[in-house]
């Protein structure tokens, strides 16, 4: 029993450099992948509150460019009221110049 705990031991010190190695570059990747994250949901919450404050200014300006017209429909005439009353009204300047 002796010499397998003497040989499990230098097994495991044999590998511990490695492993330990191993162990800080998980730890550096887990980091900088964090760090990144992190960074990119700053990035983008900052983005979007100057998106809403300076982007909403040139929709403001946009919306204040294009002029609503409103027309009261009573005094529009459609095509075909128009083609109606061009018609009477040549039928009635025919029959007053015969």
């Not at 730890?27 to 809403?52: D, Q, R, Y």
């Not at 403001?60 to 460019?65: F, T």
Request: glycine share 4%.
């Amino acid at each position: 029993m002796s010499q397998e705990k003497i040989d499990a031991y230098k097994k495991e010190k044999s590998g511990r450099k490695e492993a330990i190695a191993k162990h800080k570059k998980k730890v550096k990747i887990a980091k900088i992948s964090s760090i990144v994250v992190v960074v990119a949901i700053v990035a983008a919450i900052v983005g979007s509150i100057l998106w809403n404050n300076f982007g909403g200014a040139n929709s403001e300006a946009a919306e204040a460019a294009s002029v609503e017209v409103s027309v009261d429909e009573s005094s529009v005439d459609t095509s075909v009221e128009a083609a109606a009353e061009t018609s009477v009204e040549d039928a009635a300047s025919e029959a007053s110049s015969n």
